[in-house]
């Protein structure tokens, strides 16, 4: 089967078992401050567990040890119509190495190669104290920020997100979310209707994005590690049948580019 072939097919597939699905709850934008935050970081985090662990996933593919599935979505997201992907894979490093390198400005590049590197340097709109989120101490372990980042996309329009990264270096687990902030008002056009009346622009899109790695059992230099991406680019012109297609090999294409980053040189 040619690209393009299995590409159509397995968004057809897609469609055709979205209305057999039960979707995934997904977690909609919330107004993100010093009130809400530890309430909304501890329901990411969850979110992204339950995710992990729930069943009725479409499998898109499953080569090169990277298996790759998607389900419908339910809850404020769910008429877009736009699919969760989570990816599971083996990487050839320790775990915490991975996982050390992923929470950095160069980490975030191997994530989201799309956005503007150069916000990923930035300060965030706002960070949170997390002595006592998660237990108490080891706040240089934990971090709770509001980040804005700009996506340069081909044949769009510039994108925004704005979302809160809750990062717990202690059981290495990172999750990123779209939300309302002050720092950046706004939100997508499924966020509460407080905040539609409010012009984005750029372009406010959505993310729901986890990361974890577990060390291999026998294998100090091996790591497992598990992928959640939601991604809605909140454009007319984009069909959700495209952005399904654009989510396709994203969490795939990922891996690889771990896997590239410490690949011994030959």
């Given at each position: 089967m040619q690209v393009h072939q299995t590409v159509y097919f397995l968004a057809a597939v897609l469609a055709s078992t979205a209305n057999a699905q039960v979707g995934e709850p997904l977690i909609g934008e919330e107004l993100i401050d010093a009130n809400s935050v530890y309430a909304f970081a501890d329901a990411a985090i969850a979110e992204a567990h339950t995710i992990w662990s729930s069943d009725g996933w479409t499998v898109l593919s499953n080569t090169d040890g990277v298996l790759n599935e998607a389900k419908p979505v339910s809850g404020v997201f769910a008429s877009a119509n736009v699919s969760v992907t989570r990816a599971t894979a083996e990487v050839d490093v320790a775990a915490q190495t991975l996982f050390d390198l992923l929470i950095?400005?160069?980490?975030?590049?191997?994530?989201?190669?799309?956005?503007?590197?150069?916000?990923?340097?930035?300060?965030?709109?706002?960070?949170?104290?997390?002595?006592?989120?998660?237990?108490?101490?080891?706040?240089?372990?934990?971090?709770?920020?509001v980040a804005r980042v700009e996506a340069f996309l081909p044949n769009l329009t510039t994108r925004e997100f704005v979302v809160l990264n809750e990062i717990d270096a202690l059981e290495r687990i990172f999750v990123s979310k779209s939300v309302e902030h002050k720092g950046d008002p706004g939100c997508s056009i499924y966020g509460p209707d407080s905040c539609r009346g409010i012009s984005s622009d750029p372009v406010r899109a959505l993310n729901t994005f986890a990361v974890s790695t577990e060390p291999v059992e026998g294998d100090a230099n091996k790591c497992t590690v598990r992928l959640i991406n939601y991604a809605d680019l909140s454009a007319p012109e984009v069909s959700a049948e495209t952005m399904n297609q654009i989510n396709l090999n994203f969490l795939p294409e990922m891996v690889e580019r771990f896997r590239q980053h410490f690949a011994t040189p030959t």
């Open positions: 950095t400005p160069k980490g975030y590049q191997l994530i989201d190669p799309l956005s503007n590197p150069e916000d990923f340097g930035k300060d965030p709109l706002e960070t949170f104290p997390t002595d006592n989120w998660r237990g108490s101490g080891d706040a240089d372990k934990k971090r709770l920020e």
